[in-house]
């Protein structure tokens, strides 16, 4: 199901099950973990931009690998925080996620989350080259960290 409450979604995720984060993109998609205790966030990987039925596969793999039991979608809200296409695609891609791997799924606001990732990475003055590699699963963790404080807080 698609949950708008992040901590009725926290209730869905059962207690020794990670979450799987996830920053769509055009080109590429991030993906990062929780650990179980849902503290931290890890990057995972990158997939370049496949076709859905390519991609659902990819993370039924992750999911028997790391057992998974919710996802956290980046949703790039506009600034004034209207809805474009890009959050669309978020959208659309959670409803998609929702009835394809039957668990709970939050879109998560990432308003500039590439944008703080690549300054971090800019000050830690990594090359172009191998900021364009990490970039997307280390904003994928970004996001889902966001998520997790956002529980530390709030629970």
């Known amino acids: 199901m698609l949950i708008n409450d992040p901590l009725i979604f926290y209730k869905e995720v059962t207690s020794n099950e990670c979450i799987l984060g996830i920053d769509p993109g055009t080109k590429r998609i991030g993906l990062a973990l929780s650990d179980i205790n849902k503290k931290i966030s890890s990057p995972l990987t990158t997939l370049e931009k496949i076709k859905y039925t390519d991609m659902l596969g990819e993370l039924e793999k992750i999911k028997n690998q790391y057992l998974f039991g919710g996802i956290v979608i980046g949703n790039p809200i506009n600034m004034d925080g209207t809805i474009g296409r890009k959050s669309q695609s978020s959208n659309s891609l ?17 308003r500039l989350s590439t944008s703080a990732v690549e300054r971090m990475l800019i000050d830690a003055d990594i090359s172009r080259k191998r900021r364009k590699a990490i970039i997307d699963k280390l904003s994928a963790a970004y996001i889902l960290q966001g998520y997790l404080d956002y529980l530390v807080i709030n629970l």
């Open 94 to 110: 959670a409803n998609n996620l929702v009835r394809d791997m039957k668990m709970p799924v939050l879109l998560w606001d990432e």
